[in-house]
């Protein structure tokens, strides 16, 4: 079997516009710089895509996860493609790029990575999600309901493969730790911890025989590594699919339920993550809603990605479409009120520290 790696590596290096949209110029020099790193065998197949305001390159190669002669062609592309944004004055113009110099990895540099190897099977379906304005924790109630919620994936009730449940490695993304439970024993306390996605986000799911990978998250955010508020922590996930895995249909379904997820407008607010068609992954009302794509790989063995299928272009995810936009509707009357707006703690990154301390010789002690 030919050994591969799949890196998905994404960045917002300009918006059109403002933050809804890339402008086709800018895809344009993203192709090239794809074409260049296959055309000189840095990496042997890629796929480029976008969501929203974001550029997504998911490459094959076989350089192993944390290469650094891979993830600086990524760096060097965005800040290549960051002189278009400029020159054609986009929003943003290389709003991921925290930094000057690339300094070995783009992890902790701005760009959302997910990557792993995989010993591909003779076929091999992989589904590349990509969600704008929202944040890593977006994934945790879909991958729970792909790898451990039997309402959702009656293969682990009925395929022998999938009995024993999967492994969950679990990233605390304040302080920098990770846990890995096995489930479905340790089910319970995983939730504890996934239920709260602003802090503990799932970075891998494995199978229990071997602790191979089978979906992989960007854990990467953007307040974690700037200290403030820069910008969304817009995430991507890969999932390998079926024979033992969750078939196709059972890796998609969690999205026929768009869930309530962190980082509409000014990634201060709640939100539905609906599910779209890579046609309509602009998001437009009050910069949203939140939205997901979902793009099928039949990944061959010499490591060719081939044509995607636009998986929720789909008419079967129009009732979820519908459902989203309803809860946007209700959501959106709450105006500048939780649960709408975050809590007090996830507005800690914006301008809540600042009127609090402009208003703090205001406070007087109250009298009861
Ligand atoms: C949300 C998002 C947008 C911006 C908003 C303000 O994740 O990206 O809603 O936060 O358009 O953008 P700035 O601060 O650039 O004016
Ligand atoms: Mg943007
Ligand atoms: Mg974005």
């Known amino acids: 079997m030919g050994k591969y790696t799949l890196s998905v590596i994404k960045a917002d290096v300009g918006g059109w516009v403002g933050h809804s949209d890339v402008h086709p110029d800018l895809l344009a ?75 070995g990895n783009v992890k902790g540099m701005g760009p959302g990575c997910a990557e792993f190897d995989i010993d591909v099977r003779p076929a091999e379906p992989i589904i ?61 306390d995983m939730l504890v911890f996934i239920g709260a996605p602003s802090r503990f986000v799932i970075k891998n799911v494995m199978r229990k025989s071997n602790d191979e990978i089978v979906a992989a998250t960007s854990t990467q955010k953007l307040h974690e590594i700037a200290g403030r508020y820069v910008g969304k922590d817009d995430p991507v996930m890969i999932v390998r699919c079926q024979s033992g895995l969750p078939a196709v249909g059972e890796a998609l379904e969690p999205f026929a339920f768009p869930h309530t997820v962190a980082g509409w407008m000014r990634g201060s607010h709640h939100g539905p993550l609906m599910p779209v068609g890579t046609a309509d992954d602009t998001p437009t009302r009050f910069d949203g809603p939140p939205r997901v794509v979902a793009l099928g790989f039949q990944l061959t063995q010499d490591g060719i990605l081939g044509t995607p299928r636009d998986m929720f272009a789909d008419r079967s995810y129009d009732n979820a479409r519908q459902t989203a936009l309803d809860v946007a509707d209700y959501l959106r009357r709450h105006g500048p009120f939780e649960p709408h ?24 002690k109250a009298e009861d």
């Open 29 to 103: 020099k993203a192709d090239e710089r794809m074409a260049q790193a296959k055309s000189s065998g840095l990496i042997v197949d890629y796929y480029r895509s976008k969501v929203g305001d974001d550029i997504v390159f998911i490459m094959t190669h076989q350089k192993g996860p944390d290469s650094e002669e891979i993830h600086k062609f990524c760096w060097d592309s965005f800040v290549a493609i960051t002189e278009v944004a400029k020159k054609l004055s986009q929003y943003g113009a290389g709003q991921d790029l925290l930094s000057d110099a690339f300094s």
């Open 128 to 188: 590349v999600y990509a969600a704008d304005k929202t944040e890593p924790g977006a994934w945790n109630m879909p991958l729970y309901k792909m790898f451990a919620d039997p309402f959702n994936t009656i293969g682990l009730v009925i395929d022998k493969g999938m009995h024993d449940g999967f492994k969950f490695r679990v990233h605390d993304l304040r302080d920098h730790k990770e846990v890995v439970f096995s489930l479905p024993e340790e089910m319970y």
């Open 341 to 364: 707006r975050l809590g007090l703690d996830e507005m800690e990154y914006t301008t809540m520290p600042e009127v609090m301390e402009k208003l703090k010789d205001r406070f007087v």
